[in-house]
């Protein structure tokens, strides 16, 4: 099923680029060369609506707001093209623009939070970041639609969606680079985790058996310097898999093999020997 969407999804953008093409080279098919490109636009911009709800539903997360995204794009799609192509009256349009516009918002809201809640931020204060902007999106969003449905074209209220949308823009460019500047310090920070790691050895001196920490230490017995190293798996994506007793990879998704897993619990006492 997978991949027929994502199939149906390249059918898709073929088609609007082959309608796009035809109508910019019989430029004399007047309507409905106008209609034809107007048709590939809107096919092209739901494609990428539903692609990027996909992607969200592959990762599993906000199953039911995707699918909102899913359905509201090919519904939303399907009512434009009805009123580029039928004509209708003019009090069948009205409702149609209402109905069109709905569905476009919530075609663009679903996708949106659902990528937003892809993004893997541990930090709480910057994880706040992530949550205001969730918030303002579907404020953003809701307003809309009353403005749609309520005819609400007055100042305050061009202003007020302008505010909300600098603001949930803000938010939407901030988020994934506070994501990604967590995950840099993941990655450049691995000498703080080899100091919370103790292995059992026995002396190549004294062959005194003892469990010290990782780090510059000495023999508990003989006092042989020692220099103990530990290098935790990764994942593809750079992702530290310290401590990870699951099979997948918090942060992509991706499976993770036993030899990578830390599969073991317990962690021996360190000596304090230095």
């Not at 609007?16 to 035809?22: E, R, V």
């Not at 939070?113 to 204060?125: F, P, V």
């Not at 990782?214 to 750079?238: D, F, K, N, T, W």
Request: aromatic share 8%.
């Amino acid at each position: 099923m997978r991949t027929t969407f994502l199939w149906s999804m390249i059918a898709s953008f073929a088609l609007a680029a082959a309608l796009g093409i035809i109508a910019i080279i019989f430029d004399g098919l007047g309507r409905t060369g106008e209609r034809v490109i107007i048709t590939a636009l809107i096919v092209g911009a739901f494609s990428l609506t539903c692609l990027a709800a996909a992607f969200v539903l592959e990762r599993h997360r906000a199953i039911a707001i995707t699918w909102v995204g899913i359905v509201g794009s090919v519904l939303a799609a399907a009512t434009w093209l009805l009123m580029v192509w039928i004509d209708p009256s003019r009090r069948w349009e009205e409702w149609l623009v209402k109905i069109a516009g709905t569905l476009t918002a919530a075609s663009i809201w679903a996708p949106h939070l659902g990528l937003l809640l892809l993004l893997k931020i541990d930090r709480h204060s910057w994880r706040l970041v992530r949550t205001v902007t969730l918030w303002l999106a579907t404020l953003l969003t809701a307003f809309i639609v009353l403005i749609v449905w309520g005819e609400w074209f007055e100042d305050w209220s061009g202003k007020t969606v302008g505010v909300l949308s600098i603001l949930t823009a803000c938010g939407t460019v901030v988020s994934p680079i506070l994501a990604f500047i967590e995950r840099l310090a993941q990655r450049e920070a691995p000498a703080a985790l080899g100091r919370a790691i103790a292995v059992q050895l026995a002396c190549p001196r004294c062959h005194a058996e003892q469990t010290l920490a990782v780090g510059r230490r000495q023999c508990v017995s003989c006092g042989l310097r020692i220099e103990l190293r530990v290098e935790e798996p990764r994942c593809a994506c750079g992702y530290l898999l310290y401590q990870l007793d699951g099979d997948r990879c918090p942060e992509c998704g991706r499976n993770v093999a036993d030899v990578d897993r830390w599969l073991d619990t317990g962690e021996p006492e360190a000596a304090d020997a230095t």
